[in-house]
């Protein structure tokens, strides 16, 4: 159950849209729904990320094992711009 847990985590990360040196983005709350508990050793993860503009988004995740699929997970999202967005990184 641990690892399909992660894997659901994940999503957001996987299919992330904003770039990650400009935007700072968090799951505010992952909703994980299994129809089935899974079988095997592997697990697949099909994600997508959509994004509002007004700092909100929701990452889909669909999980799949060797048998097919079993469960989805939803994540709500909160992105702001980075503190450090459009400053170099090398020092001066």
């Known amino acids: 159950m641990?690892?399909?847990?992660?894997?659901?985590?994940?999503?957001?990360?996987v299919s992330a849209v904003l770039d990650p040196a400009r935007f700072t983005f968090i799951n505010v709350d992952l909703t994980v729904v299994l129809h089935r508990d899974p079988v095997g050793e592997w697990l697949l993860l099909e994600a997508a990320t959509t994004t509002g503009t007004r700092g909100t988004g929701l990452a889909e995740t669909a999980l799949s094992d060797q048998s097919g699929r079993c469960g989805h997970g939803p994540a709500d999202l909160a992105a702001r711009t980075a503190p450090n967005a459009g400053r170099s990184s090398r020092p001066a």
């Open 2 to 13: 641990c690892r399909i847990l992660l894997v659901a985590d994940s999503g957001s990360g």
